[in-house]
């Protein structure tokens, strides 16, 4: 299975954008995040907490996201594309400054974005999924099986 979570790892660190859904009272909802992982495959975003997927993650921790990786074409006949179900919470802000850097790096902020959300004079917070389980979806790379389960443990 490490050849799969490396593949993974792979995939999440060229993506910026995922599909995240939490559910609350059987009404679910999605939204588009960008985000930062860490090399233990945890997701990370900054929202502000009055948004809908905010509130919802404080009530119900349970959540799920889409990445679309790679899209066929005629000159790329290939899918690939990753789901993975979790636990989101709100960091704190000790938490927060420990993979702020990477999380700038990535998504090209500047570190004056960072210090304000960190001086409060920015509402944003930072959020964490820690993933549960990860299907990969890869027809390139396991054409005869192209739907591939990772178990976090």
């Known amino acids: ?7 993974i790892q792979e995939h999440v660190k060229t993506a910026r954008v995922m599909h995240l859904a939490t559910a609350i009272n059987n009404n679910p909802w999605v939204c588009n995040i960008h985000f930062y992982t860490d090399d233990d495959l945890n997701f990370y975003w900054i929202s502000t907490p009055e948004r809908r997927h905010s509130q919802e993650i404080k009530q119900n921790q ?11 074409t005629p000159d790329e006949p290939y899918v690939i594309g990753i789901s993975v179900e979790g636990k989101a919470e709100l960091l704190t802000q000790k938490a927060a400054k420990k993979i702020a850097i990477g999380y700038k ?8 974005s960072l210090d304000d959300i960190f001086a409060g004079r920015n509402p944003h917070k930072f959020y964490r999924m820690k993933p549960e389980k990860f299907v990969l979806f890869d027809n390139k790379n396991f054409p005869d099986n192209p739907r591939q389960e990772y178990k976090v443990t």
């Open 1 to 7: 299975m490490a050849d799969l979570k490396n593949l």
């Open 62 to 72: 349970h959540v799920s996201a889409a990445i679309k990786v790679h899209e066929d």
């Open 105 to 112: 790096n990535k998504l090209n902020k500047t570190q004056t």
